[in-house]
């Protein structure tokens, strides 16, 4: 399925959660925000909440410095 993923459209695998894709992009474990359509995705819900084509998705990795 195509999505837009941080401004940027790309394929993914159809059925795809949310969860998927933070382990797709090797991000599990790691503090990340996911925005889809506009709405942010509760953590709890990175399971059940399934990608669809045409999706817009905004991923944002939290990254500590100084």
């Known amino acids: 399925?195509?999505?837009r993923l941080n401004g940027k459209d790309v394929h993914l695998p159809d059925g795809m959660t949310v969860r998927d894709l933070?382990?797709?992009?090797?991000?599990?474990?790691?503090p990340v925000a996911v925005e889809r359509n506009g709405q942010i995705v509760d953590r709890r819900d990175f399971g059940a909440e399934r990608l669809q084509a045409g999706d817009v998705i905004e991923l944002v990795r939290f990254v500590g410095g100084g």
């Open 22 to 30: 933070i382990r797709h992009y090797e991000l599990e474990g790691e």
């Open 1 to 3: 399925m195509q999505v």
